[in-house]
């Protein structure tokens, strides 16, 4: 009984390491420098089409090296919710609340000289768009699962 409690820890332990060893991406953490740069790259091309101010719930968050991925919920500060109909994107024509996914986002980024570029992205996308061959040539390393 005692070998097989051991094995299976060793081998649940070693499926781990594989496991984690598969992703080519980290996932900043809170407060981090990277986090808040990745956040601040994207925040004025959401309030553009959204309206101000925005903060962003983080579903997913993926770095490596020189480019990362997002997926983000937007909304008001302390959790408002955003009404589409009354958005700066909607009252030019840019946006179809009935065609969207909401405010859902995807965010592809890349560093130059330093700095996070939000390079792509969309907002309420109801398809992957990124898991294209024009993008998974660049970014595949943070988003493997589509590429």
Same mark, same amino acid.
């Given at each position: 009984?005692?070998?097989?409690?051991?094995?299976?820890?060793?081998?649940v332990?070693?499926l %781990?390491?594989f496991a984690? @060893?598969?992703?080519?991406?980290?996932?900043?953490? $809170?407060?981090?420098?990277?986090?808040? *740069?990745?956040?601040?790259?994207?925040r004025? !091309?959401?309030?553009?089409?959204?309206?101000?101010?925005?903060?962003?719930?983080?579903?997913?968050?993926r770095?490596?090296?020189?480019?990362?991925?997002? %997926?983000?919920?937007?909304?008001?500060?302390?959790?408002g919710?955003?009404d589409?109909y009354s958005?700066?994107?909607?009252? $030019?024509g *840019?946006?179809?609340?009935?065609?969207?996914?909401?405010?859902?986002?995807?965010?592809?980024? $890349?560093?130059?000289?330093?700095?996070?570029? @939000?390079? !792509?992205?969309?907002?309420?996308?109801?398809?992957?768009w990124?898991?294209?061959?024009d993008y =998974? %040539?660049d970014?595949k @390393?943070?988003i493997? *699962?589509? =590429?």
């Amino acid at each position: 009984m005692r070998k097989t409690l051991i094995g299976s820890i060793f081998g649940v332990g070693l499926l %781990s390491v594989f496991a984690s @060893a598969s992703y080519a991406w980290d996932e900043p953490a $809170r407060g981090t420098a990277d986090r808040s *740069e990745l956040m601040d790259a994207i925040r004025p !091309h959401i309030e553009w089409g959204l309206g101000d101010p925005i903060e962003f719930v983080i579903d997913q968050l993926r770095v490596s090296e020189n480019v990362a991925f997002a %997926s983000l919920a937007p909304q008001r500060p302390g959790g408002g919710k955003i009404d589409l109909y009354s958005t700066p994107g909607y009252l $030019r024509g *840019e946006f179809y609340p009935d065609q969207m996914d909401g405010t859902s986002v995807s965010v592809l980024y $890349r560093k130059l000289r330093n700095t996070w570029v @939000a390079v !792509h992205f969309d907002i309420g996308a109801t398809d992957v768009w990124f898991a294209s061959p024009d993008y =998974c %040539s660049d970014y595949k @390393a943070v988003i493997p *699962e589509f =590429c």
